[in-house]
């Protein structure tokens, strides 16, 4: 494929000429995996290239410079001090680089909402397993307005105190997976300086889909992919730690060359192979985490370029994907003749994701999902888009009904959206004849 001219396109059909998805492919679930414009595809290579043509002087000299520019590049979108930011693969990576790094003690308590991402949810299970830590969760049951989310995640940290525990830290989103609604994080991570209680954001979804000022929200801990909203290749993440709790994370993972053990007497200091370093102890952790190809942290200078430059800036982006994804949400739910997930103020939606509810029930009922079949019917769902339609929403169950999650990107046009409403109307008729039962021992 051809690299486009590099000018302001408009968003909609002719922004797929810079993409590299397939002609038939409709890309309906940018939040998942993300994806990445030729421009940087360009860069990628030309990293790799820069690598593979000399490795030794590359990985010791080259890359912590290169490194470097990409965290300033970051932390200025973030309105942070680049000696702050460091970069990992994913998001996953970090949130188990601050709970394996804490030291718990007996009556310490996890707080999280019951929309936790599942994979950092058993992260929390394991550490439970391997630690003296308990976890607390808040229930929550979407349609809901911020208030009664920040309301009761007060409450459970005062009655997690009043039974003698100790709330340590709480993780929450700024936009969660499922639903893909927009968190009151800020008013939580509030809440959570009030309390003497660590905030760990888990923003998977954020940078690149919500302008993000993390200087003003001061959260103790922060990461969000770059290669799911802002167009860098994957995995790449930025993992944020402000200066005065730095100390906090001891080690990478896995634990490399960076790390600086205590001191024990009688043994001779750490060595480490690579050239000395003038950063600080927290970037030197996450410069060099063992041999990967980091070659999408330096790809980030190019997507942000591509975004102002191609696009017409943050701005304009981020205004375009909410409203294409709640125009598109609402054009979906009208044809199946049901509703799109938001609640009184209208908060839900304030980002690029949309839910919709699907005309499929869990119950006991005529032409309603038993809830014993309601994953399988969500496997089904999913094998049903990919092979017999070449797109992808993402489906599942909450509070009693089928949803599907939208994201909302430059490339889409309306008219994806209501194609993808009569799909996912044939897709429920069947399901509600029990088409899914037939594969059910395959999926």
Known sequence: MADPQSKVTPFGRPMRAHFLYDDSYTPLNHG?????????RTRLRQVQDLCEARPDQ??????????????????TLLNVDGDECVFVPNASTAVNTVLRSLVFERGD???????????????????????PVENACVELEYPIEDAEVAKRLQAMIAQLKKDGKNPKIAIFDTVSSLPGIRVPWELLVDICKKEGVLSLIDSAHGVGQLKLDIAKAQPDFFVSNLH?????????????????????????????HGYEPYPREGQAAA????????????????????????????????????????????????????????????????????????????????????????????????????????????????KVLIEEFDTFVAPYVHAGWF?????????????????SAEVLQKICQRAQKGEYLAGKAQL
């Open 271 to 382: 060595f480490s192979p690579l050239p000395k370093s003038h950063n600080s102890p927290f970037i030197r952790l996450f410069n060099f985490v063992a041999t990967i190809d980091c070659s999408p942290y330096l790809c980030v200078e190019e997507a942000l370029k591509f975004r102002q430059e191609v696009c017409g800036g943050e701005d304009k982006i981020l205004k375009y994907c909410e409203e294409i994804s709640n125009e598109g949400g609402k054009k979906v739910a009208q044809i199946l003749g049901t509703e799109i997930m938001n609640n009184m103020e209208g908060t839900l939606t304030k980002c690029s994701l949309t839910n919709v509810k699907l005309p499929l029930k869990v119950g006991d009922g005529n032409g309603e999902i038993k809830q014993d079949n309601a994953f399988t019917v969500v496997a089904w769902i999913d």
């Open 403 to 419: 949803w599907v999650r939208y994201s909302g990107q430059i490339y889409l046009e309306i008219t994806d959206f209501a194609w």
């Open 109 to 131: 308590v996890i707080v999280h909402f019951s929309t936790l991402y599942s994979g950092c949810k058993k992260i929390v299970d394991y550490i439970m397993e391997t630690t």
């Open 228 to 256: 799911k909203w802002l167009f860098v290749p994957r995995g790449c993440a930025v993992f944020y730690v402000p200066k005065k709790i730095q100390h906090l994370i001891r080690t990478s993972l896995p634990t490399s």
């Open 58 to 75: 590359f990985f010791r000299y080259q890359f912590p410079k290169l490194l470097e520019d990409s965290r300033r590049a970051v932390a």
């Open 32 to 40: 998942s995996f993300g994806t990445y414009p030729v421009s940087v």
